[in-house]
């Protein structure tokens, strides 16, 4: 089945921007997007898939630096790129200064990647529970040494830096994070704007990306969070003045929308006519991707299980079809299931839109015991980051 073009299913961004351009430290993007991380998501395969439609940045799943520095085969793995990937791009997350430094220095000495970026955006119990993800920036002094380690380590390889607005509303910490990561010689800082308490729920808070836009003035700033169209793109980086978008959950089953963000800014990309024909073009694709990626038809056609509603999210692709692509075990099987749809079948428009990908509720975020009296480090909140290094993702 092959991958189908055409004219764009709707009249969102139909009249592209001047080309902009997005540099980070030495290179430079066509498009002033980025393929944020997610875990079990951003595999290369996925990224390749993404990259034949537009232009851009499209970064590794996170990568822990224990993990990395003790040179786990899975890791090891996850950090090779396709010969056709570049730049190469890797997110690491780290909580030990020196680990950190480490993880950064096997990447730039064995010249494993073009771009580095640090998460410390990460809002899932299990990790800010233990002092990481968004739950760090709170500790300013661990913050300033895991970043100025880093970027000195990562020499002429740009390291970003990727975060949140804070742990709730009450602890916000992106402001002083920002000008930290600017200070520590960062290329570039990119805000998801929520809180870890807000996890992926509500709206995102486009006036914080502004804020940290006004703070941070020497390297560029990327916004991130409700980025559903290329026309959204476009809107967050009029309103908030931002330099670039990340785009995480808005491309889960649209890899097409980098062709429809590079388009928005007059880059080249492929804008689809998202007929059924064309995403089930697409899913077959990616799906080919992910057995070339394990090396294993049947390891492929699991993974791609989990894409199968997101794909088809809005589509006239009934219930016994679904089910049957989530448990087909073979290319040649999806085969059968995607030529039995009505291939025609027009983009649907609204039922196909909007958000996609876990949401959550606002809760409590779980912290380490005393973690918000200081802003610096103790010996007891110390000791809780020992086992804060878990192959977890978010952002």
């Not at 200064?97 to 993880?103: G, K, L, S, Y």
């Not at 679904?322 to 087909?328: D, Q, V, W």
Request: glycine share 10%.
């Amino acid at each position: 089945m092959s991958l189908l073009t055409g004219s764009a299913p709707s009249s969102e961004a139909s009249v592209p921007h001047a080309a902009h351009p997005l540099r980070i430290g030495p290179i430079t993007l066509d498009a002033p997007v980025v393929l944020a991380p997610m875990a079990g998501i951003t595999n290369t395969a996925f990224r390749r898939l993404c990259r034949e439609y537009g232009a851009g940045l499209y970064v590794s799943e996170m990568i822990t630096t224990r993990a990395l520095v003790e040179r786990n085969a899975t890791t090891m793995r996850l950090i090779t790129h396709h010969e056709s990937e570049t730049p190469r791009s890797i997110q690491l997350y780290g909580v030990d200064p020196a680990t950190t430094e480490a993880a950064v220095r096997l990447l730039v000495d064995e010249d494993r990647a073009d771009h580095i970026d640090l998460n410390f955006g990460c809002p899932v119990p299990k990790v800010t529970r233990k002092g990481g993800g968004a739950a760090l920036p709170w500790k300013l002094g661990l913050f300033r040494e895991i970043v100025t380690r880093a970027a000195r380590a990562a020499g002429d390889v740009p390291l970003t830096v990727k975060m949140r607005k804070g742990i709730d509303a009450d602890h916000l910490t992106f402001l002083d994070a920002g000008r930290i990561a600017e200070d520590a010689g960062v290329a570039a800082v990119a805000l998801h704007a929520r809180t870890a308490s807000e996890f992926y729920s509500g709206t995102a808070d486009w006036e914080a990306i502004a804020q940290l836009k006004q703070a941070v003035t020497d390297v560029p700033v990327l916004g991130n969070g409700d980025i559903w169209s290329g026309e959204d793109a476009v809107r967050m980086m009029a309103e908030t003045g931002c330099d670039g978008v990340v785009v995480g959950r808005g491309c889960l089953g649209r890899p097409w929308l980098f062709g429809d963000l590079a388009a928005a800014f007059g880059a080249p990309g492929i804008r689809p006519d998202a007929t059924l024909g064309f995403v089930a073009g697409a899913f077959r694709r990616h799906a080919e991707l992910l057995v070339e990626f394990f090396e294993d038809e049947g390891r492929g056609c699991r993974d791609i299980r989990k894409h199968v509603a997101w794909y088809f999210k809005g589509y006239p692709v009934g219930g016994e079809t679904r089910a049957a692509l989530a448990t087909a075990s073979t290319l040649a099987e999806i085969d059968d299931l995607l030529a039995s749809m009505d291939l025609e079948a027009p983009y649907p428009g609204t039922p196909a839109e909007g958000q996609r990908g876990r949401a959550g509720t606002p809760k409590r975020p779980a912290l380490p015991d005393g973690w918000l009296t200081s802003r610096e480090m103790t010996g007891d909140a110390a000791r809780t980051l020992a086992d804060a290094e878990l192959d977890t993702s978010g952002g």
